[in-house]
């Protein structure tokens, strides 16, 4: 009799055709402490997909008062007009196909372009946004997942939490999260049947601390680690070893501490 060997399953990357498109703000609500989700529409969503959990997507943030034209995109690349590119940032999209409608959450701090925009817009309002240019789709049926991120992570981990909440087998979920305020916890509060924990205040030594706990099964896992630079480096070489198969590895700085 011939043993089954155990295949892994990998992450797939897809490439989307890249496109810039301006869209209307039809809603805002600050739906939990620290973060506002603004609603967006118009027919230049037609075509858009976001396959992976933690897609990004660049929004364009043009000074207050100021035209804004979308670049061309040519068989040379990407060409702005009068060779003006404004302020961008990258967020995770929320797409909400059935209604045909583009979400976003904000994480609301001080002194932020994204997060000022945010914070002032108002239904009628337009942003331009660009991509996702490709996706990492992520098998939801690993048995053993964990998950990291500080606050610029948290939309990507509730869409991904979001969509393991409804697998028909369960799968063992344990997510580290590092936040400034306690409160920013309501943010996940309607997502139930999964591991989380939490870190308040700057201690990279206790997350450290709390991963190295963790035994990581020999196979049909799955890590994410996400968040400030160095701090994602850190965290990430507690699993580079010969013990970690890289490809189950996701480790991507979404913002870094100057």
């Not at 701090?231 to 501490?257: K, P």
Request: hydrophobic content about 35%; aromatic content about 12%.
């Amino acid at each position: 009799m011939t043993e089954n060997k155990y295949q892994p399953k990998y992450p797939q990357r897809v490439r989307n055709e890249l496109r810039f498109r301006t869209l209307n703000v039809l809603s805002t609500e600050q739906i939990s402490t620290g973060f506002q989700r603004i609603i967006f529409g118009g027919s230049d969503l037609e075509g858009f997909q976001s396959q992976g959990f933690d897609d990004h997507i660049k929004l364009f943030f043009p000074k207050v008062g100021s035209a804004f034209t979308p670049p061309e995109i040519t068989e040379e690349g990407i060409v702005w007009q009068d060779n003006i590119q404004p302020p961008s940032r990258d967020y995770t999209p929320i797409f909400d196909q059935q209604h045909h409608q583009l979400i976003i959450d904000f994480y609301l701090h001080e002194n932020g372009v994204a997060s000022d925009w945010a914070a002032q817009a108002r239904p009628g309002d337009k942003l331009t946004i660009g991509g996702p240019r490709g996706s990492l789709v992520v098998p939801p049926d690993y048995a053993w997942q964990l998950y990291v991120c500080d606050e610029s992570g948290m939309p990507a981990l509730r869409r991904r939490l979001e969509e393991l909440k409804n697998l028909a087998s369960p799968v063992q979920v344990t997510a580290l999260i590092n936040i400034k305020d306690e409160a920013y916890k309501d943010y996940l509060s309607h997502l139930s049947g999964f591991n989380l924990q939490w870190v308040i205040g700057d201690d990279r030594k206790k997350m450290t601390d709390y991963l190295k706990t963790l035994n990581v099964p020999p196979q049909d896992y799955f890590i994410w680690i996400t968040g400030e630079g160095k701090t994602v480096s850190a965290l990430s070489q507690l699993f580079e070893n010969d013990a970690i198969d890289s490809q189950l590895l996701r480790a991507v700085a979404y913002w870094h501490n100057k």
